[in-house]
């Protein structure tokens, strides 16, 4: 599966947008991006993935570039419960695959006040 | 309510004191994980499950077992606990190739 390189923090005023960004320059044609948050200590919780087209779902929206190599989750009026790390993982689809999802560091976004 | 269900949440034990994990899921899916977090090294597979009796080793298996002798539950085992084995245990379930749904976790730890 392709790394993911996403920046360590970010803030972002409640009631705005927050966009976070995800690097995948080495993403296979195959190779889906999802997007989790984990929010302190608790069970990550998936939030929406796609392959080639932008998604869009309740929670949040996904850009991805025309060449596949960076993505943005945008979420589109923040609140202070979105308080989390967000975590960017590229893997392959499908039935044929283990499930296995690489936790990288992901991106902790502070939503403030 | 869709969900996955670990027990118990919270664990302090000794070395050598055998336990399991429980995990249960109520959405009929194929494929169940078992992940551990360390602060520092995120959340590593230990062992997965493609389906009843079929289960295959993650990146961490060593001093775990599992099974899956039912599609609902996928028990993690620590027949001899260690203290490197205290952590945050997370179990998941799926679809095949779908999101995972993940349990709300299980806090171990091994004195």
């Known amino acids: 599966d392709a790394k993911t390189t996403q920046p360590p923090s970010m803030d972002c005023a409640e009631g705005r947008a927050a966009n976070l960004p995800c690097n995948h320059s080495?993403?296979?044609?195959?190779?889906?991006v999802y997007w989790y948050r984990q929010i302190h200590s608790q069970g990550p919780q998936y939030i929406i993935h796609?392959?080639?087209n932008n998604e869009t779902n309740e929670m949040a929206s996904l850009i991805i570039t025309e060449d596949r190599k960076s993505s943005t989750l945008i979420l589109p009026h923040a609140t202070l419960r979105d308080t989390a790390v967000y975590y960017c993982?590229?893997?392959?689809?499908?039935?044929?695959?283990?499930?296995?999802?690489?936790f990288g560091q992901g991106t902790t976004l502070q939503v403030k006040p | 309510e869709a969900q996955v269900t670990q027990n118990p949440r919270y664990l302090i034990t000794v070395t050598g004191k055998k336990l399991t994990v429980t995990c249960s899921q109520n959405?009929?899916?194929?494929?169940m994980s078992w992940y551990r977090q360390d602060p520092g090294l995120g959340l590593r597979q230990i062992y997965y499950?493609?389906?009843?009796?079929?289960?295959d080793k993650g990146d961490v298996p060593e001093g775990y077992k599992v099974s899956r002798k039912e599609k609902r539950n996928f028990p993690l085992i620590l027949e001899s606990p260690s203290p490197n084995q205290t952590s945050l245990y997370f179990c998941?379930?799926?679809?095949?190739?779908?999101?995972?749904?993940f349990g709300d976790g299980t806090r171990l730890s091994i004195l």
């Open positions: 993982i590229v893997r392959v689809g499908g039935s044929s695959n283990t499930g296995k999802l690489i």
């Open positions: 959405m009929n899916h194929e494929y």
């Open positions: 499950s493609m389906n009843v009796e079929v289960t």
């Open positions: 796609g392959l080639k």
């Open positions: 080495t993403i296979s044609g195959n190779e889906y």
């Open positions: 998941a379930s799926s679809y095949y190739g779908q999101p995972q749904h």
